[in-house]
């Protein structure tokens, strides 16, 4: 069984900094591309933040760029999103996702973890 889990959120002032990780366990064959996605209220559209390809080539939506980084530790099966210069518009709550190969099968599937809330406010 493969499963995501987020670690990290919580509450912080504006210009202030977080470190979310999400790390990938189970029966993996191969973790591929990993990214982080946000929704900032229930109904409204999950975005894209940041993703990152095994070989650690990353893009990043414009609002985040120079705020935000991606990395990933592929020894741990583990992805970061460092965010500084956080600002109120940044609450949301993130979640993690990765296109994984599991031992049990030939093709790759999306997995999603439960998702972490950002809260930045004053």
């Known amino acids: 069984q493969v499963q995501l889990v987020e670690s990290g959120g919580g509450l912080v002032q504006p210009g202030g900094s977080l470190r979310l990780s999400c790390a990938a366990s189970?029966?993996?064959?191969?973790?591929?591309?990993m990214g982080w996605y946000r929704q900032k209220a229930p109904g409204k559209e999950r975005e894209v933040v940041a993703?990152?390809?095994?070989?650690?080539?990353?893009n990043y939506t414009d609002s985040v760029k120079g705020r935000f980084t991606i990395f990933r530790d592929n020894a741990k099966n583990t992805v970061y999103l460092q965010m500084n210069s956080l600002k109120p518009e940044d609450t949301a709550v993130y979640y993690c996702?990765?296109?994984?190969?599991?031992?049990?099968?030939?093709?790759?599937?999306?997995?999603w973890g439960k998702g972490t809330l950002v809260t930045v406010s004053s």
């Open positions: 996702s990765a296109h994984i190969v599991p031992i049990t099968q030939y093709y790759g599937m999306n997995y």
């Open positions: 993703t990152i390809s095994s070989g650690g080539s990353t």
């Open positions: 189970g029966s993996i064959l191969r973790l591929n591309d």
